[in-house]
């Protein structure tokens, strides 16, 4: 039977989120230095990878941010050709984006960059301990919801 964790523990699970996010931040800042990406874009690039056609309120809500930091974004996304727009058939007013051939090339560019630098680490935890680090965080994540 497990033991319910305490507050102390939690706090200690808090803290150690927030060191490995700014880890990351900075470590994947260094694997892109030569993309003009900046790491929200590179993230929204790999939201819409992963999630499929989102809306910039959706965007907006898995990023904790406001709608009009996402818009920002997406326009130079579009810009650079990365992102396009489409009809929304759930709503007249708020479009759906899609990555572009060329933001599918670039998402996978970002995606083999940051593959080689794990396989670099040398480093692969076991699969269920990967999966049960995933569901606490998503759990995390659901109560915070």
Same mark, same amino acid.
Not at 53 to 69: E, F, G, H
Not at 75 to 81: D, F, K, M, V
Not at 110 to 129: M, T, Y
């Given at each position: ?31 892109? =230095?030569?993309? &003009?990406?900046?790491?929200? $874009? !590179?993230?929204? /690039? *790999?939201? +819409?990878?992963?999630? #499929?056609?989102? @809306? ?27 992102? =396009?727009?489409? &009809?929304?058939?759930?709503? $007249? !007013?708020?479009? /759906? *984006?899609? +990555?572009?051939?060329? #933001?599918?090339? @670039? ?30 965080? &998503?759990?995390?994540?659901? $109560?915070?919801?």
């Amino acid at each position: 039977m497990s033991k319910t964790g305490t507050l102390e523990e939690m706090h200690r699970l808090a803290n150690s989120i927030r060191r490995t996010y700014n880890r990351l931040y900075a470590v994947t800042d260094v694997i892109h =230095a030569d993309s &003009d990406l900046t790491a929200p $874009k !590179r993230t929204l /690039l *790999l939201d +819409l990878h992963r999630e #499929g056609a989102l @809306t910039i309120p959706a965007l907006a809500k898995l990023r904790c941010v406001s709608r009009q930091i996402i818009q920002t974004q997406v326009n130079e996304l579009i810009n650079a050709r990365l992102v =396009a727009t489409k &009809d929304n058939p759930n709503h $007249k !007013r708020s479009f /759906l *984006l899609v +990555l572009t051939s060329l #933001g599918e090339r @670039t998402v996978q560019k970002i995606i083999d960059k940051e593959s080689d630098f794990i396989r670099q680490l040398g480093w692969f935890p076991e699969a269920d301990s990967l999966a049960k680090c995933q569901k606490v965080l &998503d759990q995390i994540y659901e $109560k915070l919801e």
